[in-house]
Structure formats: C-alpha cells, structure tokens
C-alpha cells in the first residue's frame, strides 16, 4: 500500500456540486498538505495542517475548506465547484521538526493525485 | 519578485549531455531547499536536498548560494530517464510554514 493515499483518484462533476477529496497516510507524520497543479502555474498550496488542531491558509484557500480527522486523514473540500477549480490535486505529508538542513521535516510525501474535472 | 523563480524550458539535450538548471528565491530567511523531480502526471519525488556546503548524488550536483539566493542543479551524463519535469522548492516566507514550488523546468533527453 501507498504510504500517501488519495480518493478518488479521478472525478468529474458539475459546476455548483459539492466534492470531497480525501487523503490518508501511514506514514505517522504531524503535517499534512493540499497543492493543486495547473500547467504553467506549477503546485501551489492550498491549505496545511502542522497537527490535528491546526489548520492554516495557503496562498489560494478561497473556494476551498479542509477537514484534519486524524493525525493520518486531511481531506479537501469544494462546497461549491466551479470550472476554475478542475486541476491536479496532490496531498503531502512531511515530518515535524527544526527545518534545519540536517533535518527530514521539509521533506514532502506525496499521494499519487485526484484529478478533478469542473464541466 | 516570486517567491520562487526557475529557468524557462524546456531543455533538449542530447544522452551524455551535461546540463544545469538555475533557481532563485525571494526569502532570504530560508533554511530548507530542495529538487523535486515530476514525471508526466504522476506526483513529484524528492531528487535530492540542497545544503550549503553543496552535495552530490551520482551524476547529479546541487549547489546553494545564499549571498546571491540562487540553487542550482547539475546533471552530468544525461540519460533518456533524466527526461522530466525539475521543481525548485523552498521554505516559504510565512512563519512556520510549507514549502513554495517553482513552475519547474522541463528536460527532454533524446538518443
């Protein structure tokens, strides 16, 4: 098994639908991530959680809201999608710590993707 | 300035070839630099970390310039499997916070 896990891997839906991506991992990490990819735009962060009690913005939230269940689930929510929002989703997990050099806490994990489809 | 800025591809080099790609980033409080490989739809890998001191794997060289705030990478003796999609990440500016992506630069290796 995957050590990240996304579902569904692959959804199309209808603008004004709610859709639900989920993510979970095996890996024991405290931090976990949301990015979608856009050609030309590269990955960009949507939300991060460092802990189950902590969630914070990314540099494109609007339109999005995430859920921490679980140190090993995080899912991503659209309550409304709109065609603007079909992309590559990834989620990533990293360890907690300094963010030294020497230390593994930046080091990303990431799930296979959900590409998500907005007609 | 963006936060993280790569050379535009794409790179077409032929097997053998060496190639460098260059990277630089806007937070100069930065700890944690990396290169990331992507393939074509799959999620990306870490290829390796960038420490000051430089660091080498095999045919592949990172170097970090913090006066400047440049990374580069160097791959020497190209294969057709270095063909991908190469992303710079870095610590970003917000206070604990995720990393920052580049848009990454594409290589193409031909025979």
């Known amino acids: 098994d995957a050590d990240v896990t996304q579902t569904p891997r692959n959804r199309i839906t209808k603008t004004g639908k709610r859709i639900m991506l989920e993510c979970s991992q095996t890996?024991?990490?405290?931090?976990m991530y949301w990015y979608r990819q856009d050609p030309g735009l590269g990955l960009r962060l949507i939300y991060y959680?460092?802990?189950?009690?902590?969630?914070n913005k990314g540099e494109i939230s609007d339109g999005y809201s995430v859920s921490r269940q679980a140190q090993a689930k995080f899912s991503l929510s659209l309550e409304s999608a709109i065609p603007n929002q079909t992309a590559l989703y990834f989620c990533?997990?990293?360890?907690?710590?300094?963010?030294?050099?020497?230390?593994?806490?930046?080091?990303?994990?990431f799930g296979a993707g959900s590409r998500l489809t907005v007609l | 300035r963006k936060e993280v800025e790569q050379d535009p591809g794409p790179f077409n080099v032929p097997e053998g070839a060496t190639v460098a790609f260059n990277c630089t980033y806007s937070?100069?409080?930065?700890?944690?630099f990396f290169w990331y490989r992507q393939d074509c739809r799959k999620e990306p890998k870490l290829l390796m970390s960038?420490?000051?001191s430089g660091n080498e794997d095999g045919r592949f060289t990172a170097q970090l310039n913090r006066a400047s705030q440049y990374i580069s990478l160097l791959i020497r003796d190209s294969k057709l499997s270095d063909s991908a999609t190469y992303l710079c990440?870095?610590?970003?500016?917000?206070?604990?916070?995720?990393?920052?992506f580049g848009k990454g630069t594409t290589l193409s290796v031909s025979s």
């Open positions: 990533a997990t990293s360890e907690t710590g300094l963010g030294t050099e020497s230390s593994g806490a930046n080091v990303l994990t």
């Open positions: 890996k024991g990490h405290d931090r």
């Open positions: 959680s460092f802990d189950v009690k902590d969630i």
């Open positions: 937070n100069s409080a930065s700890q944690s």
């Open positions: 960038v420490y000051s």
């Open positions: 990440v870095v610590q970003g500016s917000q206070a604990g916070t995720a990393l920052i």
